[in-house]
DNA sequence: AGTTGAATTAAACAATTGTTTAACTTTTTA
DNA sequence: TAAAAAGTTAAACAATTGTTTAATTCAACT
């Protein structure tokens, strides 16, 4: 397969954007990235602002398409949840590094999140918030805001790989264990998580 | 109190690093921010490289002390666990954009964390890492890698103040409301965790 | 008062930045 | 095949950057 000038400029702005963010690094690393002149990224983006908010829009979708996937299916509540957190871990083992683009991106430039209000609306549309008042009102799920049960699911999944660097060091692990670490962890995110949420569930105790 | 301009330097360029980053900032943003000139920065820290390493270290001091005092103290182990939490909220709330900022210069220049050995090396002399093998040898913990213990804590901790841009937005929610929501999800965190750990203790469920 | 040294500033410096221009090459097309 | 368009490049541009210089103000000391 052969790759168009357009989609070897986007794919050395992500590759960039990802590992040194928007403001730290140049318009010429991307270029140089790409194997071409500064000149042709305008060309085709005509500012580095452009093409980032192109690159930034994309990985949000990507970053986002997973849970709304799992949300709009026609699974159990629970199996749901199990879901979600597994494809997140899965999707995260192969982009680590997004979780911190995207959270430290939107935290020094507010505006940029009005892209991702479309997926935002198939999420509501998908009908599992009001799923889950549904169970927490027959006394089956614990009753909590739904802000909390969504930042329940994804701190623990998104901020195990937001923190490898400083847990490598903490706990003095190269990367390779630090990986399987991680594996383990999505065990017990998804038996902690489903277990807070469903008290009354018989949980398997392997202690 | 009056403040002298080498502390009147360091407090602006706390203010102005944690909220944009090192890249993200000026040598003048931070001398504007401090209400003088450009050259004095220079004057009193040689370079912007220099000054910023000052700051990121005192930061992690920051970012790290109460967990070591938690760590040091001689309460029972469940004791630590919850003060612990408690604590990094507390500091949390003060500080929100700490967690984004380490953790997104770590990831862009690893060897930024030299400076947190020191820390990390009183961590292990607490000897809070036996205790907890202790606890799992008798079967009263749940067994799992130390590493995934301290996962678990600080992604409830952490994850929820660094999201709070995306879960604002995500749920539509203002300031004010989404810091009710932290609080809650302190007691949350709490229950959760220590529930997760361990299994056998009795929790007051108040679903 | 006058001298010394630190504190502070405006101005300049060289390097790098995002962006544009103008020339050159390749591809399309009529 | 020749003209037109698109693709690509080297070079230049103006703005901004971190840093330094040289001059000025300020405070302390004799």
Redesign the pocket.
Known sequence: MIKG?EQKIKDAALTVFIQKGFAN?????IAREA??????????F?????LFAIIFESVMQDFLKSMVQVFCSELPFREKIRLLIEREFEFLVQHPDIPNFVLNELARNPKAIEGILPVLHMVNESGVFDEAKKLQASGEMRSMDIVQVTLLIMSNCQYPFMAGPLMKVIHGVDETTYTAHLNAHKTHAVSMVLGYLFPNDQIPNNA
Do not use: D, H, I
């Open positions: 000038t690094c140049t318009s010429r690393e194997g071409m002149n500064v000149a042709l990224v305008n060309y085709y005509r500012s580095k602002s452009k």
